[in-house]
């Protein structure tokens, strides 16, 4: 059975920096189940998710927060499921956030991508997945030969352009 990615973000203003990571899961063909929670305010709520989230047909979950950033850190304590995190731009250019997700205590992991770098958040997820399944897989692979090819056409023209 295919499994799910669970996008959960700390604000609804969040939405549309995860988008990125809805739009990239898509492409591979991955269902995706976003929602809000807050490690400060829904604590609870953001701990039950995350303790059932493996029984509830998620593979990997990503969480996507700014400032304090502490979402990811308090959904990975609760599940051995990956935990991806994305820090979200809003004080110190998200300097804060991207400290506050990476800087995880020991046994308790999280991948963290750049600063509202969610598509690349949803092709981590993607690359998880993939481990064991081969559609998945082959998109990706197809997404790799497509980037290759781009950049060798634009180096093509690049050096048509300048004559050489």
Known sequence: MV????????SDSDLPIVKGAIDSLKSFGVSVEAHVM??????ERACEFAMHARENGFGVIIAAAGMAAHLAGVLA?????????????GSFDGMDALLSTVQMPKGIPVATVAVNGAYNAGILAAQ????????????LLKMKQDMKEEVTKKDEKLQNEIGL
Request: aromatic share 2%; proline share 8%; glycine share 8%.
């Open 77 to 89: 304590a609760h599940t051995t499921l990956p935990v991806i995190g994305i820090p979200c731009k």
């Open 3 to 10: 499994k799910k990615v669970a996008i959960v973000m700390g």
């Open 128 to 139: 998880i997945l993939g481990v064991y399944d081969e559609d998945i897989e082959q998109k």
């Open 38 to 43: 807050s490690a400060h305010r829904t604590p």
